[in-house]
């Protein structure tokens, strides 16, 4: 097993017109599990080609277990990988393909079948060994990919989407799958995708970039709880982190004739604009009475939307729409008007500028 460290990445494309990974710096440490997520085109990919050697930066070095390996070519780094696009030879029984990288590796044939059936076994497909891929649903097929990834028994394990291909349930499924299989591995692992439950649910620490860089990385409950940039609670979470303009003023959060009370943390924001943020699972209703003292502001229920486990409501106010997430047993509907508590514990603050979180 190897840590990976990445420094100064810069990438450009010859037809790019930007970079495509902008001085990114990254420690993977041996045994973690990191996820790379965001947006389509943020860099993702690129940054792990360059980590397997599939794409050469501009600047910066990759080193893998200590040895710097920047110039070396993808066979000479120790690495196994997984790509969107698998490739699954349809030639191949389930058993060679599995076996395929060990081939490549001239590993011996009773080392060789041991590896194969142990990574059968990992990943559930002992039943399937002498089927060929065309006799296999589309996440056994995907399940042969990790496999065979995983049978090589590489320093660092490179994923690049690897469920996408597969339908919501599956993905669930095997997501779970993954994690456990990962876990007993212990394998040093980089994974990219494009879905943050994914990143979530994966990572010991997720890595949320955006335009090449990383904005933010942490425990996946870390980033999530405390954004470090307005970008970063919009990207994480379904539904996102709700934004809304309010200016501070004497220990309150003033929208309008509604406020709500601020953290001391604000007062040099004192008669200034911030940009607050709140969870929707943060956000607690209860009916507007006569009462005078009732805490929080009023709002109007948009929509009310059932998803099962819970009701997820658009509500507007005066700072705007919010998205609030109650409990299944609650009962209310468009047009109802409702108070909302707005917790101080739960806000997190943001310049309205750039984005970032207040000190
Ligand atoms: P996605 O989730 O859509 O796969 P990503 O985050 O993995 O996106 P990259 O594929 O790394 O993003 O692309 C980063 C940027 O580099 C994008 O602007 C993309 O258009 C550009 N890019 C990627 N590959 C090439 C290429 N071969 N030639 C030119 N530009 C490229």
Redesign the pocket.
């Given at each position: 097993m190897a840590a990976v460290t990445v420094t100064n990445l810069v990438k450009t494309?010859p037809?790019?017109n930007r970079r495509?990974t902008d001085d990114i710096s990254l420690d993977v440490a041996d045994g973690e599990f990191v996820v790379l997520v965001?947006p389509?085109?943020?860099?993702?990919?690129?940054l792990l080609r360059m980590v397997a050697g599939l794409e050469t930066p501009d600047s910066g070095t990759v080193s893998i277990g200590g040895r710097d390996v920047t110039r070396l070519p993808a066979r000479e780094r120790g690495l196994s990988m997984v790509f969107q696009s698998y490739a699954i030879f349809p030639h191949l029984k389930v058993r060679q393909n599995i076996g395929f990288g060990l081939t490549m590796q001239k590993v011996g044939k009773a080392e060789w079948n041991t590896r194969v059936e142990r990574a059968a076994e990992l990943l559930d497909l002992t039943d399937y060994l002498d089927r060929h891929p065309a006799q296999l649903s589309g996440g056994q097929r995907q399940r042969v990919a990790v496999a065979r990834a995983i049978a090589v028994d590489a320093d660092v394990l490179l994923m690049d989407e690897p469920l996408s291909n597969l339908d919501a349930l599956l993905r669930l499924q095997f997501r779970a799958e993954l994690k456990k299989i990962v876990a007993r591995l212990g394998t040093t692992t980089l994974y990219?995708t494009?879905d943050q439950a994914e990143a979530m649910s994966l990572g010991d620490r997720v890595a949320v970039m955006r335009d090449g860089r990383i904005a933010q990385i942490g425990a996946p409950m870390d980033v999530y709880d405390h954004p470090g940039e307005r970008f970063v609670g919009g990207f994480l979470g379904a539904p996102p982190m709700n934004f809304f303009t309010a200016t501070v003023h004497h220990g309150n959060l003033v929208v309008d004739d509604q406020s709500v009370p601020a953290p001391a943390s604000l007062a040099a924001w004192n008669d200034k604009k911030v940009l607050a943020g709140i969870r929707a699972e943060n956000i607690t209703i209860t009916p507007i009475t006569q009462d005078r003292a009732q805490e929080g502001v009023e709002a109007e229920v948009e929509v009310a939307e059932p998803t099962g486990s819970a009701i997820l409501l658009t509500v507007r106010w005066a700072g705007g729409e919010l998205k609030v997430q109650t409990g299944p047993g609650v009962r209310v509907a468009p047009g109802d008007r409702l108070r909302l508590d707005l917790p101080a514990a739960a806000l997190r603050f943001y310049d309205p500028e750039t984005g970032l979180a207040l000190a």
């Open positions: 494309y037809s790019g495509a965001g389509s085109g943020c860099g993702k990919t690129t990219v494009h």
